[in-house]
Structure formats: structure tokens, C-alpha cells
């Protein structure tokens, strides 16, 4: 399985833009999947979590990001979404979407990357007037 992570781009603060994660040589019905970011010289942060369809897609966010930030799947179009609100400059990172096709995990496992199997290769969000 791969992972291909599109969406990102220059956006001004205040604006919005929304990212797609999409899996090729499998389906995204039975994963787990979520999205970190990695600002330059820093680590790479929990962003978003979107459980497996079988246990509800129910979702979590990073504190800091709730209500801005919004994750979802699209189960016909085989692609899990972020949607992120009220750019702030700090927001700008490259996004990473990951994916757990191993045993269902609890939400509070999704927040960690070693919950994941696969990556994307990122996508580069900038943030800037």
C-alpha cells in the first residue's frame, strides 16, 4: 500500500485549504488513519485521527487544533480528508497522512506514530501573506 497525500499549497492567514489522503493497492474502509505535521526543525505532531469504519470513524484532534481542524473519509471516493480552517502561520508544516491496517487501535494509541504501518510522502502547507 501506498500513500499519496495531495492538497497542500500557499494559503494567507485566515484562509483554509483542505487535504486528501488516498491509498493505492488497498482500501482505506479498514484502516485507521491520520494526519502528523513536521514544521522545519521541529518534530512531527499529531494532527488528526479518523478510526476505521467497522469501529465508527470516530475521530480526535490534537487540542490545539479543535475546531479549526476537521478529518473525515469519503468511503466511496476511498479518501480520508483534513480540513483545516483559520490558517495561522504556525500551521505551516509538510502533512504527512499515515495508516494502520494492523489491529484496530483505540484513538488514544492514534496520536502516537508508531501506531501507523504507512506514510505518504507529505504534503507542503505554507502559510504566509
Not at 494559503?11 to 491520520?34: E, I, K, M, N
Not at 494526519?35 to 479518523?50: N, T
Not at 480526535?60 to 480528508?81: C, E, M, P, Q, W
Request: hydrophobic fraction near 35%; include cysteine; proline fraction near 3%.
Amino acid at each position: 500500500v501506498q500513500l499519496q497525500a495531495s492538497g497542500g499549497g500557499l494559503v494567507q492567514p485566515g484562509g483554509y485549504l483542505r487535504l486528501s489522503c488516498a491509498p493505492s493497492g488497498g482500501t482505506f474502509s479498514s484502516s485507521d488513519v491520520g494526519w502528523f505535521r513536521q514544521a522545519l526543525g521541529k518534530e512531527r505532531d499529531f494532527v488528526a485521527a479518523i478510526r476505521r469504519r467497522e469501529r465508527g470513524s470516530t475521530t480526535s484532534y490534537a487540542d490545539s487544533l479543535k475546531g479549526r481542524f476537521s478529518i473525515h473519509r469519503d468511503n466511496a471516493k476511498n479518501t480520508v480528508y483534513l480540513q483545516m480552517n483559520s490558517l495561522k502561520p504556525e500551521d505551516a508544516a509538510v502533512y504527512y497522512c499515515a495508516a494502520n491496517y494492523g489491529p484496530s487501535a483505540i484513538l488514544s494509541q492514534l496520536g502516537v506514530a508508531a501506531a501507523y504501518d504507512y506514510w505518504g510522502q507529505g504534503t507542503l502547507v505554507t502559510v504566509s501573506s
